[in-house]
């Protein structure tokens, strides 16, 4: 797509937005390419990564088959609600399609989709032992919920808060211009003589907030015409009245989701919910129940759409 490509040239790219405005610099992709040699397909479901991230414990009583070690999480209380709505829409979708392990093994277009996503999509991991083998249902299922949940909800929780949080620079610096000032420095003394200003001297010059800020001010937008998760542009999507009671069904779980965020966030024993600064957490609030999507148009910091454009 025409953004993707845009990005590649000028976001990611050597020398790009992206490295002119951050600490690492030249080395901000490399650490990004490192970083991924570990990446694991199966530990972005939410449950999964809450576990080895240590906030999350098994819990074969949990809907999500954990409980948290931190209960005013607020990333993770709303991310495993929304988690759980998008994995027991995917069961009961694919359910209708794929009643058995055999339709599964037998379909040569899911298996060459499969094929096409470990070795083409992650040709240099595809031979990772931890890649589902898609010959059962479960394993379809769950690797649907994992691509719709980083597609949808993870990738609201980081991006469209980044101007929210983010937007006015010196609350988080991105870049460090020069060391911690030492002992006997002109520097040091002007830590002790003028805070405010050795702090200017010190964070993201002039122009990289700038372009810092522009940046995250785009990425943080929603278009007026935004699709959210658990609506459909085309009322006609399907004809299958099956498929249709069960994202009815979706819709409606998403709706009560809201609710639930809604009631979280007045909760005055959910210190974080809030914050000192009084701003509500509704990064994960699905917005699903505003169908003309007016109320999270432009910089909101809410709403989950259905799917990534970048």
Same mark, same amino acid.
């Given at each position: 797509?025409?953004?993707?490509?845009?990005?590649?040239?000028?976001?990611?790219?050597?020398?790009?937005?992206?490295?002119?405005?951050?600490?690492?610099?030249?080395?901000?992709?490399?650490?990004?390419?490192?970083?991924?040699?570990?990446?694991?397909?199966?530990?972005?479901?939410?449950?999964? $990564?809450?576990?080895?991230?240590?906030?999350?414990?098994?819990?074969?009583?949990?809907?999500?088959?954990?409980?948290?070690?931190?209960?005013?999480?607020?990333?993770?209380?709303?991310?495993?609600?929304?988690?759980?709505?998008?994995?027991?829409?995917?069961?009961?979708?694919?359910?209708?399609?794929?009643?058995?392990?055999?339709?599964?093994? $037998?379909?040569?277009?899911?298996?060459?989709?499969?094929?096409?996503?470990?070795?083409?999509?992650?040709?240099?991991?595809?031979?990772?032992?931890?890649?589902?083998?898609?010959?059962?249902?479960?394993?379809?299922? *769950?690797?649907?919920?994992?691509?719709?949940?980083?597609?949808?909800?993870?990738?609201?929780?980081?991006?469209?808060?980044?101007?929210?949080?983010?937007?006015?620079?010196?609350? *988080?610096?991105?870049?460090?211009?020069?060391?911690?000032?030492?002992?006997?420095?002109?520097?040091?003394?002007?830590?002790?003589?003028?805070?405010?200003?050795?702090?200017?001297?010190?964070?993201?010059?002039?122009?990289?907030?700038?372009?810092?800020?522009?940046?995250?001010?785009?990425?943080?937008?929603?278009?007026?015409?935004?699709?959210?998760?658990?609506?459909? $542009?085309?009322?006609?999507?399907?004809?299958?009245? *099956?498929?249709?009671?069960?994202?009815?069904?979706?819709?409606?779980?998403?709706?009560?989701?809201?609710?639930?965020?809604?009631?979280?966030?007045? $909760?005055?024993?959910?210190?974080? *919910?809030?914050?000192?600064?009084?701003?509500?957490?509704?990064?994960?609030?699905?917005?699903?129940?505003?169908?003309?999507?007016?109320?999270?148009?432009?910089?909101?910091?809410?709403?989950?759409?259905?799917?990534?454009?970048?």
């Amino acid at each position: 797509m025409m953004i993707n490509a845009l990005a590649r040239q000028v976001l990611i790219s050597a020398g790009g937005f992206f490295e002119m405005t951050v600490c690492p610099g030249e080395y901000a992709l490399r650490i990004s390419s490192d970083v991924y040699k570990n990446w694991n397909f199966t530990e972005q479901a939410l449950p999964v $990564d809450l576990i080895k991230r240590g906030v999350a414990k098994h819990d074969s009583t949990s809907p999500c088959g954990v409980s948290l070690l931190i209960k005013d999480y607020p990333y993770a209380v709303d991310g495993l609600a929304v988690w759980s709505a998008i994995e027991n829409w995917a069961d009961e979708y694919i359910k209708i399609y794929y009643p058995s392990d055999n339709v599964v093994q $037998d379909d040569a277009e899911l298996q060459a989709w499969w094929k096409e996503v470990r070795e083409v999509g992650h040709g240099d991991i595809k031979d990772q032992p931890w890649w589902p083998k898609m010959t059962t249902v479960q394993e379809l299922v *769950r690797s649907c919920a994992t691509i719709i949940w980083i597609a949808s909800a993870l990738h609201a929780a980081v991006n469209f808060g980044q101007y929210s949080y983010a937007g006015y620079l010196p609350n *988080r610096p991105t870049v460090s211009r020069r060391p911690m000032p030492e002992p006997g420095t002109k520097e040091y003394q002007e830590v002790e003589t003028n805070p405010d200003m050795a702090f200017i001297h010190t964070i993201t010059s002039q122009l990289q907030s700038i372009i810092g800020v522009s940046v995250i001010e785009v990425l943080s937008n929603h278009s007026s015409d935004e699709v959210y998760l658990g609506q459909r $542009d085309e009322p006609q999507w399907t004809s299958d009245d *099956r498929a249709k009671k069960v994202f009815d069904k979706f819709s409606k779980s998403l709706i009560d989701i809201e609710k639930s965020i809604i009631s979280r966030n007045k $909760d005055e024993n959910l210190k974080n *919910r809030n914050g000192p600064a009084q701003f509500p957490y509704m990064l994960l609030y699905p917005n699903t129940s505003d169908i003309d999507g007016e109320s999270a148009t432009g910089i909101t910091a809410k709403g989950i759409p259905n799917s990534i454009s970048i």
